[in-house]
């Protein structure tokens, strides 16, 4: 009775709804001119960002500007509700600004 009680319950659960979510959520057809891309950064280098972010509890979240030309980064801090967001020059070097970002956050956070 247990298990399948607990079954019931979790089945309600906002999470393993994602499917239905995901099928609602249209992305933006915004005209790109620029060409940033955040999959040209190390991606150990995004980890080590989300992953001192979280550790932090703060929200991360990477995105471009409307005209694909600077890349942006915005941080939320969950306790005092500070949000800043920063922005990088198309020709900006990903993985140096990354890696200040994250010793940011390593050493605002030991």
Not at 27 to 49: E, F, I
Not at 55 to 72: H, P
């Amino acid at each position: 009775m247990g298990a399948t009680a607990s079954n019931r319950k979790n089945d309600k659960r906002g999470s393993v709804n994602n499917k239905n979510r995901l099928a609602a959520f249209s992305v933006g057809n915004s005209q790109v001119v620029g060409s940033c891309d955040w999959g040209s950064a190390d991606p150990r280098w995004l980890a080590a960002v989300i992953v001192a972010a979280a550790k932090a509890r703060m929200e991360v979240a990477f995105a471009l500007s409307r005209d694909g030309g600077a890349y942006s980064l915005k941080l939320y801090d969950f306790e005092s509700g500070e949000r800043v967001q920063l922005w990088f020059n198309g020709d900006a070097v990903l993985d140096d600004e990354l890696g200040k970002v994250f010793a940011k956050l390593d050493t605002e956070n030991l």
